[in-house]
Structure formats: C-alpha cells, structure tokens
C-alpha cells in the first residue's frame, strides 16, 4: 500500500479519512477515488471486491474487446468475466465471431448481481422464467388500474426516476457500464425493490445500458464510455407488487453535432406523443406523431421493439407502436398505464441482433437514441409517472433554453 498524498480522499470501504492507496491502482495509473483506504485491515477485507478493477481496467485498455494475452484471458475467466452468449443463458472467454455493423464490441461481463432475501422478487428472479406474464389475459386486454395499484405505480415510478438520476450522475468518459449497472443495482436495493431486468428471460445484468449503435437492450459490460459517445440507460423497478419503467440518453463528453440533434430530436418525440395521450385516442396515433417529427429531421424509427402497459406485469397489452401506418388496436381510457419508448436512428430502421442475444443494432452501424417514460391515463389528459425531478441531473441543454 502507498502513501496518499494529500488526505482529501475516502477510504473506500468505511468512507472514513484516507492515507493509503492501492499500488496496483497506481500501477495501471487508475483515479485514486476508490483507490485509497484509511488502514491495511480496510484494504484487505476489499481486496475480493476491488482486485475486478484491476481487471476490469486491463481489459478495457484492449480497445477490441478481446484479451490482449492468454494470462488476461485466464484473469478474466476466474474472475467470472466473460462474453455473454444465448441470451444470458451461458458465457464464453472468447469474442464471438460475427458481421459487427458499427465500430462498437461487446467486453466481458461479470456475475450476475445478488439480491438480498428480504427484497420482494417478481417470478423470474431464481430461474429466470416468467410464469404468469406470459399466459395473463393482460396480454390481449388492457387493464384499468385501480386506485391501490396506481398509489402503488407512484411510489414506484419515483423509485426508478431518482435510480436513473443516480446512474445519470455517474456518466463521464472512463467509466465502465458495468459500474453503471452496479450503482443501478445498489440504489435500487437500498430503496427496497428488484431491479425487473435481472435474470428476466435470463438478462444478466440490473439494466441496460446501450451506446452509440445499439438500439436497445445494451448488457452493461467492462467497456469503458469513451468521450463522444451517447448511452442509453434503461432502468425498472420491481417494488410493492408493480413495475416502473424509464430511459434517458445521455451525452459522454463531448459530443458531435449530428449525435447532439438525433438525442433531442428523440426526446422531442416522445414529449410529442405524450402530449396527445388522453381518453378516446388511438393507441395507434402515438406512431404517427413520433413519426412524423423524426423523418422531417431526416431520421428513421426503429420498428423492432414498441412500448408496452405495465403494472403488475413487467410487459403487457397496450402494445404502443412507435412507427407510422401501425396496426395497433384500442383507445385509451382513464386508469391504463403504458409506456412509450422511441427509438430513433440516424440512419435505416433495420437492426440485428448481437450473438448475446440481447444486443440489437443498427443495420449500418449508425446511431440510434430512446426516451421512455411510464405514464397514467387520467380523466383529463396523462400522468408521466417518471416525470423528471427537480433534482434530476441537469444534462440536457435544450431544457435550459426553455
């Protein structure tokens, strides 16, 4: 262990005074936050946990995504990193082959996160298979909420917006979206609930996380953001029986013009299509109006995935087509709760799918962005249930020249 220089830090593990640091962090010249450690006893009892940063830092510094060396390789494998593979039902230490559309490679990931057994899990948590979901009338009829059940999507929609400002707070160039995911996973415990995507038809990680390319469903990973790229963050919430469902896309430094517009432009299309969410219309009409705003900025609608109700199933009817000339069925009606969800790309609507099985990407490798809210149809007009907060991170620039 190495004498800190100045005692301005935490140590990290008690948060008490720091005068140590890891000599490995310095080594591979790693920030000395979550480095420094106020006693040899603090250092030792988190050498299990804190050795992945070491890891995790040699394996970002590959740039491909593979181990640069066989030694790494074994690292990696102990370690519990590996490529995800068939969904998150297996793993693999090597890259996998495959026809990359973009500049972006998936890392290895680490072990799947552990939940407490005093948090409340919905039925997919232990094996990964959803039982009641998927055979629920509430496949085919939208479900009017009652009073009890729209308190409870309150509570929890607050839950998953202040875990998304928390994620939010953690975006800068350098860090990795498995550290992401992990503060996800702890704010989301802390606050008593279960993060839905976890191990939800076998998903390994707490949420997702989807940079540059990637359309949706990004598995958090030891990549390291790199200044310029943009990254979704989708975050649910499992708590009081009910799920909660949001995403922002966020900026990583700084980035290009043309990345700039397509995120705005995103978030101006689901603000449009929240805005004529009311009793009597079309669900279907929520496509024309996202799609209307993106083609005239010249970008396409990613037709693959739609929003979806949501209560006490994680995904439900309405299905919400983002896309124009849908086929959606139904009107909404004072009680639902669904979300909107559109994804937009810079270039084609076409994807594919990431041999994780998971992973989608634009066809041509070029960038695509999603805002989701969670909303409540009310007599009136709509409830955003994961509305921003006042305290919510300050990050995009075209709310301040409101």
């Not at 450690?37 to 050498?47: G, H, I, L, P, V």
């Not at 919905?122 to 496949?139: M, R």
């Not at 993106?294 to 929003?307: K, N, W």
């Amino acid at each position: 262990m190495a004498d800190v220089a100045e005692n301005t830090l935490s140590c990290a593990r008690c948060g008490k005074p720091a005068h140590l640091q890891c000599p490995k962090c310095i080594e591979l010249k790693l920030p000395r936050e979550g480095a420094a450690f106020c006693s040899q006893d603090c250092f030792k009892y988190s050498w299990s946990s804190h050795k992945s940063v070491h890891l995790k830092a040699k394996l970002s510094s590959t740039g491909t995504g593979a181990p640069s060396d066989k030694n790494l390789e074994k690292d990696a494998v102990s370690e519990g990193w590996q490529y995800c593979m068939r969904s998150g039902q297996s793993r693999t230490a090597k890259l996998p082959h495959f026809d990359w559309t973009g500049t972006l490679r998936p890392f290895p990931i680490s072990r799947n996160r552990i939940v407490p057994a005093h948090i409340d899990k919905p039925d997919w948590a232990v094996d990964g298979i959803p039982k009641i979901e998927p055979n629920s009338e509430l496949q085919y009829v939208v479900e009017i909420k009652t009073p009890d059940q729209i308190e409870r999507l309150r509570e929890t929609c607050l839950i998953a917006r202040e875990v998304l400002d928390a994620a939010a707070r953690m975006i800068r160039p350098g860090v990795t979206t498995d550290e992401i995911d992990r503060v996800v996973h702890e704010a989301t415990i802390a606050a008593g609930g279960y993060p839905s995507p976890l191990n939800y038809n076998f998903f390994p990680k707490s949420c997702c996380t989807s940079v540059n390319e990637v359309i949706c469903h990004g598995i958090p990973d030891a990549r390291k953001l790199e200044d310029g790229d943009i990254v979704n963050v989708d975050v649910s919430v499992y708590y009081k029986g009910v799920h909660a469902d949001l995403s922002e896309t966020y900026f990583v430094g700084n980035v290009d013009e043309e990345s700039r517009r397509l995120v705005q432009c995103t978030y101006e299309c689901l603000e449009k299509a929240i805005s004529i969410v009311k009793p009597g219309v079309r669900f279907r009409e929520i496509g024309e109006v996202i799609n209307r705003h993106a083609t005239m900025s010249g970008l396409s609608v990613a037709r693959s995935y739609c929003g979806h109700g949501i209560g006490e199933l994680f995904h439900c009817a309405p299905n919400i087509p983002h896309y124009a000339s849908n086929k959606a069925v139904g009107v909404m009606k004072a009680g639902q709760t669904f979300t909107i969800e559109p994804m937009i790309n810079t270039g084609v609507w076409r994807d594919r799918m990431w041999p994780d099985g998971w992973t989608d990407v634009t066809a041509d490798g070029k960038r695509s962005a999603q805002f989701e809210h969670t909303l409540l149809v009310t007599e009136t007009g709509v409830e955003v249930l994961t509305a921003r907060l006042p305290s919510s991170p300050n990050v995009f620039p075209w709310l301040n020249q409101q």
